[in-house]
């Protein structure tokens, strides 16, 4: 099993920018495909980003321009900087991990964006 704890959500103001992070544990982060999902407020769970175990990296088309995934593995880190933000961004990010057929989830970080 992986353990994922993400960080780096708080209260931000349109425009400005944040970065999340999310360290794994419990198994080699370099073989992992790696993914950010959110979920606001009474609304499903949607893909944000992911970048594979190789690099390859797919982002929501709403999103791509604005937000980059990227990943440390030396850290055992995966980051999603976020560029812009607006009360849309507003929600509860997850980070995702996937090896083969086994795939473990974070407790969330939570992101507001109010002025």
């Known amino acids: 099993q992986v353990r994922l704890v993400e960080s780096g959500g708080t209260l931000v103001r349109p425009g400005e920018s944040l970065r999340l992070s999310c360290v794994a544990s419990g198994s080699r982060f370099e073989s992992l495909d790696m993914s950010w999902y959110r979920q606001a407020p009474g609304k499903q769970r949607d893909h944000v980003a992911t970048?594979?175990?190789?690099?390859?990296?797919t982002y929501a088309d709403a999103l791509r321009g604005r937000f980059t995934i990227s990943r440390d593995n030396h850290k055992n880190t995966m980051f999603l900087q976020m560029n812009n933000l607006g009360p849309e961004d507003t929600a509860v990010y997850y980070c995702?991990?996937?090896?083969?057929?086994?795939?473990?989830w974070g407790q969330g970080t939570q992101v507001t964006v109010s002025s």
């Open positions: 970048i594979t175990a190789s690099g390859f990296t």
């Open positions: 995702y991990a996937r090896l083969g057929g086994r795939s473990d």
